[in-house]
Structure formats: structure tokens, C-alpha cells
């Protein structure tokens, strides 16, 4: 898209600005007052400006009224003459300038597409770098895939190659299988069996336990009845020891009565043999003997 141009109202508006202040609206003053432009658009707009002026007539000094009275008509041929040849030559001046400014001002447009073309240049040459950077990333990420994959391949290699080694083991490895198996069967078998046993172990602590339960009750109760036993005991023993103190009184009493009983005898024979026969003091010794108490027996 072309930028925008100077018009010709702004550079008709300079000349005539500067005709005004009555200066010379010359190409470079109206360019110097717009300040910006291109030169060739300024200098169409200018001479058309110019060409819309009306020209205004020269006046020829006349420093001699005789030396023009014989001049004559020859100065005049000759003053037409240059006049014609200068504004033949001034027409085809401005006819070159109006060409050279037409060529200027289509090579300022070509200038300006061109300009245009390489801002569109330099934009794609920028978003092609942006996609240049992003393909070297893509790339640079492609490759590192690549190394991943390669190393994935080589240890997927290693696996397989490990699995062929697996592989050829196979055979002994179901014998060995096989035989941890039957390892297996007969741990569960023993473990079943261990379960079994320790089940009944638990039974018979648990009988244990209850026996030994009983046990200590029993034992607490056979000690309670020990202590009833030996209160018991303690108190036969000292009515014991009563008892044999009340008959070792007892025997003492009667060891007495028998001494006494020994002397009234004594004493009794004494008397009857001075009073009485032999035979009569035999029979009262007998009679004596059988009125006289057993050794043991009960009085």
C-alpha cells in the first residue's frame, strides 16, 4: 500500500502563500515550506500552479527614444525573434521537465511499491526466521527424539536379547519350577499341619490355663481349709495338752491314792494280824485285793 502524497492544494497553497509575502514561489521555497514531500510530486503540482497563473506582460525600458527611432523595426525583428526563440526554448524546457517529472514521479511511486515490497520482504524475511528458529527447535527436538528412541531401541536390543537367554533357560527353569512347587505343596502341607498343631497347642494351653485356673481356686480353697484344719489342730492340740495335764493331775492324784491306799493297807495288816488268825488275815488280804482298782481301768 503506497503512502500518501503531497496534493497539488497544499503546494498551491505554499505558492501562493510565499506570492503573498511577496517572494518568489520558486520550486525549492515551496518545498522548503512543506518541509516534506517527494521532489518530483511537489515540482508537477508547481508547474501546474504555474501554468494556471496568467502571465504578466514585460515591460521594455525605453533609456532612448532615439536610439529606438533607428533601431527601427530591426530591433523589433531581432527582440521577436529571441523572444520566439526563448519561449520556444522555455515551451520545450518545461516539456523535458514535465517528462523528467513524470519519469521522477512514477520512479518515486516505483520507489515507494519497492519500499512497500521490501517492508513485506523484510516482514516474511522475519516471519520465515521465526519459523526458521522454530524449525532448527523442531529439529533440534526431532533429533533428541531420535537419540531417545535409539537408546530405547538399544535397551529394547538388551531385553530381547536377555529374553532369548530366558528363553533357552526355559527347560530348567520348569524343572525348577516344578520342583518349588512341590517345595510348595509341602510347606502349605506343613503349614497345614503346623496350623493344625498349633491349634491344638492353643487348645491345650487354653485347657492348661483353665486347669491351672481351677487349680489355684482349688488350691486357694484347700488353703483356706489348711488354715481351718490348723486353727482346728491348734485348738485340739491345746485342749490335748489340757486333757494330758488334767490326767497327768489325774495320775498323780491317783498315784497318790494308791501310796495312801498301799500305807491303809499296811496299816490295816498291821492291825489285823495282831487281832486276827492267819486264815482269817489271809481271806481279809484277799477281800482287800479284789476291792482294790485294776491298773487301767476307768474309776
Known amino acids: 500500500m503506497a ?14 502563500t510565499l506570492v ?40 521594455l525600458s525605453e533609456p532612448n527614444q532615439r536610439l529606438l527611432s533607428a533601431l527601427g523595426a530591426e530591433l523589433s525583428k531581432v527582440a521577436e525573434e529571441a ?34 515490497q521490501l517492508l513485506e520482504v523484510t516482514t516474511e524475511r522475519d516471519t520465515v ?8 527447535e523442531e529439529i533440534k527436538r526431532l533429533k533428541q527424539e531420535a537419540a531417545r528412541q535409539q537408546e530405547e531401541l538399544a ?12 528363553l533357552e533357560a526355559v527347560p530348567r527353569l520348569e524343572i525348577e519350577l516344578a520342583a518349588l512347587r512341590d517345595q510348595l505343596a509341602s510347606e502349605q502341607a ?34 483356706e481349709r489348711e488354715g481351718e484344719a490348723r486353727k482346728e489342730l491348734a485348738e485340739s492340740h491345746a485342749a490335748h495338752q489340757a486333757t494330758r495335764d488334767k490326767l497327768t493331775e489325774a495320775v498323780g492324784l491317783a498315784a497318790g491314792a494308791q501310796a495312801e491306799l498301799k500305807e491303809l493297807r499296811s496299816h490295816i495288816e ?28 476307768k474309776p
Open 190 to 223: 506343613l503349614r497345614v499341619a503346623a496350623d493344625k498343631t498349633a491349634a491344638v497347642a492353643e487348645a491345650q494351653r487354653a485347657a492348661e490355663v483353665t486347669a491351672r485356673q481351677r487349680a489355684e481356686a482349688r488350691l486357694g480353697s484347700a488353703e
Open 155 to 166: 535397551s529394547v536390543r538388551r531385553t530381547l536379547a536377555q529374553a532369548e537367554l530366558r
Open 270 to 297: 498291821a492291825k489285823t494280824a495282831d487281832h486276827l488268825p492267819p486264815t482269817a488275815l489271809s481271806a481279809a488280804t484277799g477281800d482287800a485285793d479284789q476291792s482294790r482298782p485294776r491298773a487301767g481301768s
Open 20 to 59: 503573498a509575502e511577496q517572494l518568489k514561489p520558486t520550486l525549492t521555497a515551496v518545498r522548503e515550506r512543506l518541509g516534506s514531500g517527494s521532489m518530483n510530486t511537489i515540482h508537477r503540482h508547481w508547474s501546474a500552479w504555474q501554468d494556471q497563473q496568467k502571465p504578466t506582460s514585460r515591460k
Open 129 to 136: 526466521a521465526g519459523k526458521a528458529a522454530e524449525q532448527a
Open 83 to 116: 523572444a520566439a526563440e526563448a519561449e520556444a526554448a522555455l515551451a520545450q524546457a518545461l516539456s523535458e521537465l514535465a517528462a523528467m517529472a513524470a519519469n521522477g514521479e512514477a520512479l518515486e511511486t516505483e520507489r515507494e511499491d519497492l519500499a512497500q
Open 3 to 16: 503512502r500518501p502524497g503531497i496534493t497539488y492544494e497544499q503546494v498551491a497553497a505554499v505558492a501562493e
